[in-house]
Each structure stands twice: as C-alpha cells, then as structure tokens.
C-alpha cells in the first residue's frame, strides 16, 4: 500500500527551538507539500517542491523554510518556533502532471508553548 | 483566483439516510477535483478524483459528480453509516499550469444511529 509517513502524530515544543518535521513518501512522486490546517482557515499551503532541491513558496511561507535533499523525503523547519506556529501540519505528495491526485499523509499535531 | 465553499458546513443525520454534500468553485477552468474524508485529528484520505472530462465517479456507497460549467460537484452517500462521520474536504487543481491543490473548508457530516 503506497504511503505518505510523517515521522511524528504529535509533538510539543518550546518557543525559540528549532523544530524539524519530517516526511517520506515511497510513491516515487515528484511533488511533495507542506500544509498547515487551523480551525476557521482550513488548510493553507506553506511550501511545496517539484523535484528533488527544488522548493516554491505557498501562501504563507513566513517563519518557515523546507529541504528536499532526496526525492523521497521533504522537511519543514520551524527555524525558531512561535506559539502562532500551533497547528496541526499535513505533508502531501503527488506524481507530476495535471491529471493526478494528491496522498496525505496522517499528520502531526504540533504545540509551541 | 479560485475559492472553493462547501455548503453545508455541518450535517447531521439518522442512519440510513441518503444524503448529498455541495462543493462549488469560481473557476470552472480546472484539471480536477478530488473529495477527501478527515477523522477528528487525522490526516486526509482520498476518496475520489475526478478528471475535468468525467461526469462522474464511483467507489462503493460513494459516488461524486462533477459539472464544470456551473462550477459544482456533489458527493452523493448512499445509506449513511455512523463510520462515515468525518470531515469531507473537496480541492480543485485549478488552471495556469500548476500542480496545487485549493481546498474548501469542508462539511462535517455526523450519522447518529
């Protein structure tokens, strides 16, 4: 069965701490997403990449960066993390080309107090 | 820019009911649009994806249906169940040749028994 793994289902963090969040997919797709998910907003994207270092900003990269060193694998960092930074966090990952449909993963939940 | 909005936001219903979850969009200029099924604290999970040249798809009691031209899709469920008591998102991979997915804010369905 094809996957989507976020290394962490929940995390809790200190403000200020660098924060790593990880994602591998085994699909051998070329896109891969970072999503956040807050009530109210839905989901907003944060960062996506189309290949392997590559990486474009979404709507609301602030406070946020991402490595792409293998295909497989795409990381959020939280370069000093903010209780603003509270949410629940989505990684998704698609093959390239218009016609295909995204895979989630299952999601960490993260808290910054 | 595209919006996506889901009508209704919330849905309650007995089991056993037949029942009919609205997505609309902006843009009718779209490659696809695809239905997702959240659990509480979960990541998303894919229920069904249809191309823009598809009318329709099915899988099981599922079924979601799609015209562009008015800009809306419905996923039909058949004989609800207390298990399909979730989130329901649906996202539009919209036009200008990219590979990004807008969401709506989805309907949180609950069937009571």
């Known amino acids: 069965d094809v996957k989507v793994t976020q290394s962490s289902r929940y995390l809790v963090k200190r403000t200020g701490e660098k924060v790593f969040l990880e994602c591998v997919q085994d699909m051998d797709h070329e896109n891969m997403f970072w999503y956040r998910q807050d009530p109210g907003l839905g989901l907003r994207l944060i960062y996506f990449?189309?290949?392997?270092?590559?990486?474009e900003k979404g709507d609301i990269p602030e406070g946020y960066s991402v490595s792409r060193e293998k295909k497989e694998r795409f990381s959020l960092i939280l370069e000093s993390a903010s209780t603003n930074q509270t949410s629940m966090y989505l990684c998704?990952?698609?093959?390239?080309?218009?016609?295909?449909?995204?895979?989630f993963g299952s999601g960490t939940r993260l808290t910054v107090v | 820019k595209q919006e996506v909005t889901q009508i209704p936001a919330a849905l309650s219903v007995p089991e056993g009911e037949n029942l009919v979850l609205n997505c609309s969009f902006t843009d009718s200029a779209i490659y696809n649009l695809q239905w997702f099924r959240q659990d509480p604290g979960k990541g998303l999970t894919s229920l069904l994806l249809?191309?823009?040249?598809?009318r329709e798809q099915t899988s099981g009691r599922l079924n979601a249906s799609l015209d562009k031209s008015s800009g809306r899709s419905t996923l039909y469920i058949a004989a609800s169940q207390p298990g399909d008591s979730a989130t329901y998102l649906c996202?539009?991979?919209?036009?200008?040749?990219?590979?990004?997915?807008?969401f709506g804010t989805g309907t949180r369905l609950q069937v009571f028994p």
């Open positions: 249809i191309q823009s040249s598809q």
């Open positions: 998704a990952s698609s093959r390239e080309g218009l016609g295909y449909g995204y895979t």
């Open positions: 996202a539009v991979k919209g036009s200008y040749n990219t590979d990004k997915l807008i």
């Open positions: 990449s189309y290949d392997v270092k590559m990486k």
